[in-house]
């Protein structure tokens, strides 16, 4: 459903991501973790056609996504980087264009709406101009839109970040739930515990570079643990002044 094969990308003499290959069957929910700057975003805005790679092929949904960018959008969501938002558009707006877009039906448009704006519970702030959103509100929102068409693949870029744990549940159950309907799901995650929690497979990205791959049923440790070990461990600063009170 998706995957990459020698997948590089160079701003200049930077290469931010450096001959990755990657297969997520459909179904999957594959959770991309590594350092700040690894690469985890590029690789996102590759695979969803939002950036040209400098060498190698991506296909999703079983089409080349360089050759038919504008048909892999059709099939795919995608919560990206900087969340895509209007600033003087409300939630409602945001939600009313992606269904315009997409075609969907007055009904079913109207239907989805009310469903998704429940389960991230955004009914507070539906009326409200983006631009004065919290940023938790404004990724909920972008959320709700990448769902709303119904698609086969999933592309979310720290999803879980500035969520409230309630919504943060509801997010876990239904990315699970598609997931077990057929919808693959790719995100990037500093939230190790909820990785480990919903991914079916993971991948770290240092430098890059994939160092490590693996299927949730083969973990052999703690996510955690793997992490530092493979990514970038823990520092460990005294700061020992904290306990001196103050000067």
Wanted: hydrophobic letters at 45%; one cysteine or more; proline letters at 6%.
């Amino acid at each position: 459903m998706i995957s990459c094969r020698n997948l590089t990308k160079r701003f200049g003499e930077f290469t931010a991501v450096n001959g990755i290959s990657l297969s997520v069957e459909r179904g999957a929910i594959c959770a991309c973790l590594g350092p700040n700057g690894a690469g985890k975003s590029t690789t996102v805005r590759m695979l969803t056609g939002l950036l040209a790679p400098t060498s190698g092929e991506v296909t999703v949904c079983g089409l080349n996504v360089t050759v038919n960018a504008l048909e892999v959008k059709k099939h795919i969501g995608v919560l990206p980087e900087d969340l895509g938002l209007f600033e003087d558009l409300s939630i409602d707006e945001h939600l009313r264009l992606t269904a315009d877009v997409y075609g969907l039906p007055k009904a079913v448009a109207d239907d989805r709406i009310e469903q998704l704006i429940d389960a991230l519970r955004l009914t507070p702030a539906r009326r409200t101009f983006a631009g004065r959103c919290s940023h938790g509100t404004r990724k909920k929102t972008s959320l709700a839109m990448a769902l709303l068409p119904n698609p086969q693949a999933l592309f979310l870029d720290e999803p879980f970040e500035a969520i409230d744990p309630v919504t943060s549940k509801a997010m876990r159950d239904i990315l699970v739930a598609a997931a077990k309907r057929g919808v693959t799901v790719f995100l990037t995650s500093h939230i190790l515990p909820v990785a480990q929690e919903i991914a079916t497979q993971f991948m770290i990205i240092r430098e890059g570079k994939i160092v490590w791959q693996a299927k949730a049923a083969d973990l052999t440790a703690p996510l955690e643990e793997l992490y530092f070990d493979l990514a970038e461990p823990p520092t460990h600063g005294d700061l020992d002044w904290l306990t001196q009170g103050p000067a």
